[in-house]
Nanobody, 125 residues
Framework: QLQLVESGGGLVQPGGSLRLSCAASGFTLDYYTIGWFRQAPGKGREGVLCISSTGGTTNYLDSVKGRFTISRDNAKNTVYLQMNSLKPEDTGVYYC??????????????????WGQGTQVTVSS
């Protein structure tokens, strides 16, 4: 059974940092294109940061450029989203998603086949 499990969310003050984890089971993540998406209350799901299976292409939401980075630990079959300088508008449920190997990294949710359950991130003082 293919499964993604996110963790690492929580409450953080503006300017703080969080690292989200996305652990895969049932398949090998480094062969897949990975995306991190988020959904704020009352809003649609938006792509935050996506990386191709080759690692050669990364797409960022403009508002997170310079603050968020993605990395993989193939030994742990886990992908991480490092979020720095967090802002209240970063609040939402964060999801990781996977799709088959591609050279592009479109952050379009309908292109992704496997999804985690989400983890809540709240940025507030």
């Amino acid at each position: 059974q293919l499964q993604l499990v996110e963790s690492g969310g929580g409450l953080v003050q503006p300017g703080g940092s969080l690292r989200l984890s996305c652990a895969a089971s049932g398949f090998t993540l480094d062969y897949y294109t990975i995306g991190w998406f988020r959904q704020a209350p009352g809003k649609g799901r938006e792509g935050v940061l996506c990386i191709s299976s080759t690692g050669g292409t990364t797409n960022y939401l403009d508002s997170v450029k310079g603050r968020f980075t993605i990395s993989r630990d193939n030994a742990k079959n886990t992908v991480y989203l490092q979020m720095n300088s967090l802002k209240p508008e970063d609040t939402g449920v964060y999801y990781c998603a996977a799709r088959g190997p591609t050279m592009e990294a479109l952050c379009v949710s309908r292109k992704y086949d496997y999804w985690g359950q989400g983890t809540q991130v709240t940025v507030s003082s």
